[in-house]
């Protein structure tokens, strides 16, 4: 069992509690809301009472946190001193935002063609290292320094100052994100020490672990933490999202549906729940989600993305593309306005212009799977499988277990390394190819490439059964399976079985004539085959 709490759940209560008001004061919004739909599942519980230490009664920090929520960031900044951790943290996160902010606005004015950064981060690391390394930075302050060198491209150290953030102020839910985004896969994550014996570690574990594709691990977490902290929403909208991702979609439409009744103007996750109308083809829940999405809040990009796909669907793609943009242009690190936006390119068969969508995307978030996946579809339709096959190696590292990244790569290594394609369709096979494509293809290879009838035969055999088991009707592969299968039964002589298969070819009209004949052709090598038969007897007899 991953979850131990040594806490009791009062304790974790209190915890939440003063975290929140911390949270709030230093404008950490996004931190505090996840803290505070966390709180009130707790219940059955004593009434709580806020500590006397979480009141602010300095006026100079309050006239600071005004101008900060009305996004002044640079009056805050200028207003506060480093005396105070608290002030320390919001006079140089005011400054933070405030280059963010002008940066978005340069963004606009050079064009995405010319990058822009953040004039203020030199600024902020000037100031926060020298007390980083004397230890004097709060929790927040290492928060906000670990971002400072993230955006300055200094992972390895931004990792560290995350690390050390989460140990100090564990309840900052955006450290802990923040950690996630810069820890690529598993080995990274068991170098660090973390505070492993917090309550709120398994959270991070359960998002992390989806992040990275371990799906499972991740589901066991939010079940275990589903006991802990039952009916809340972040964690049924976490196992929507597992649903999602391993393409359970009726489970995963069953959970959101549910999510919506008991937070019904929820944005945050809904642009997932349209992913999955969309693939289902649900035009009439997908109109109804655009709708309220858009009465909600259409000015964030999860309401841009909801709509956008409902104009996907009805194959309005100009429309479609204008919703991905206007996601961006409210967050242009938005991952799913990105790939989605490639993807309508692809299906208007321009890949030139889908290519760039996908590379910002990955660029985004090296994880993304269907990225890099459609970097392969891009470069396959360019009839370039060599660039095809690195980027579906991309998607093959990240999701192993899914039969249509190694389907997509075996088809690229056909034209280059037939043995190679044929390992790929193997590793599509082990991992239930759904499509059953990888069977077809194996036997298809076989015979055509490298010759190797017993294996084709092998293959062809694998997928007729499982052709029966699914009900599959009739269509021309299976037909010139089962034409195959005969003339081998009938060449190893096996007749027996060769004429059942010659029975199966006969129930198609367009094959009866070949069925026939394959059956005179087998009558005829038995009677040859007892004829020697007999012969050999006699002649041993005599």
């Known amino acids: 069992k991953i979850i131990q709490f040594r806490l009791s759940m009062l304790k974790i209560r209190d915890e939440l509690l003063v975290s929140v008001h911390e949270l709030n004061q230093r404008g950490l919004n996004n931190a505090a809301k996840w803290a505070s739909e966390l709180l009130v599942t707790i219940k059955d519980v004593p009434p709580p009472s806020v500590p006397s230490s979480l009141l602010i009664v300095d006026p100079v920090y309050l ?28 006079k140089y996160y005011s400054l933070f935002l405030a280059g963010e902010k002008r940066k978005s606005e340069e963004a606009v004015e050079v064009g995405e063609n010319c990058p822009v950064k953040n004039k203020e981060l030199g600024k902020i690391e000037e100031v926060l290292q020298p007390l980083y390394q004397q ?72 998002h992390l672990f989806l992040d990275l594709q371990h799906t499972v691990e991740s589901y066991n977490i939010y079940q275990e933490l589903d006991a802990k902290f039952p009916h809340s929403n972040y964690i049924l909208a976490q196992t929507a999202v597992f649903r999602y991702a391993t393409q359970d979609f009726e489970e995963a439409e069953r959970l959101f549906d549910e999510l919506s009744k008991s937070d019904p103007y929820r944005i945050t996750n809904m642009d997932i729940y349209s992913h999955i109308l969309y693939v289902t083809e649900n035009h009439t829940k997908l109109s109804c989600l655009a709708y309220k999405a858009s009465s909600t809040d259409k ?9 956008g796909n409902y104009y996907s669907l009805k194959l309005d793609r100009v429309k479609a593309v204008r919703y991905f943009q206007r996601a961006l242009a409210l967050n242009p690190k938005y991952l799913s306005a990105w790939t989605l936006m490639g993807h309508e390119y692809l299906q208007t068969k321009n890949p030139n212009a889908a290519i760039p969508a996908y590379r910002k995307a990955v660029d985004v978030n090296p994880r993304d799977w269907r990225a890099w996946y459609a970097l392969g579809q891009s470069y396959e339709l360019l009839c370039l499988p060599t660039y095809a096959i690195y980027y579906y190696s991309k998607a093959c590292a990240i999701r192993p277990y899914d039969s249509r990244m190694w389907c997509a790569m075996a088809e690229c290594y056909e034209e280059v390394d ?11 096979e082990a991992n239930q190819d759904k499509e ?54 009938k060449d190893e002589g096996d007749f027996e079985q060769a004429l059942q298969y010659c029975n199966q070819l006969s129930d198609f009209p367009s094959k009866q004539e070949e069925a026939r004949a394959l059956q005179r052709e087998i009558h005829s090598a038995q009677q040859n085959t007892s004829f020697e038969e ?5 002649m041993s007899m005599s």
């Open 436 to 489: 059953g494509l990888a069977l077809l293809r194996l036997a298809q290879l076989y015979e055509d490439k490298l010759n190797d009838r017993e294996k084709a035969a092998y293959y062809y055999q694998m997928n007729l059964e499982r052709r029966e088991q699914e009900g599959m009707k009739p269509d021309k592969e299976q037909i010139d399976a089962i034409e195959f299968l005969a003339n081998y039964c």
């Open 63 to 90: 006239l600071a946190k005004s101008y900060f929520d009305a996004k002044e960031y640079h009056r805050a900044a200028h207003v506060l001193d480093n005396e105070h951790p608290r002030s320390l943290f919001l």
């Open 534 to 538: 007999s012969t050999d007897l006699s």
């Open 135 to 206: 230890g004097k930075l709060d929790g927040y302050c290492l928060w906000l320094y670990g971002i400072v060198l993230r955006e300055m491209a200094f992972i390895s150290r931004a990792r560290s100052a995350l690390v050390a953030s989460v140990t100090a102020s564990p309840c900052n839910w955006s450290a802990w994100l923040d950690l996630a985004a810069i820890c690529p896969d598993r080995g990274v994550l068991e170098l660090l020490d973390l505070p492993k014996e917090h309550w709120i570690y398994p959270f991070f574990l359960g």
């Open 418 to 428: 037939v043995k190679l394609a044929i390992q790929c369709y193997k590793r599509a």
């Open 299 to 307: 000015f964030t990009p999860e309401a841009n993305i909801i709509i």
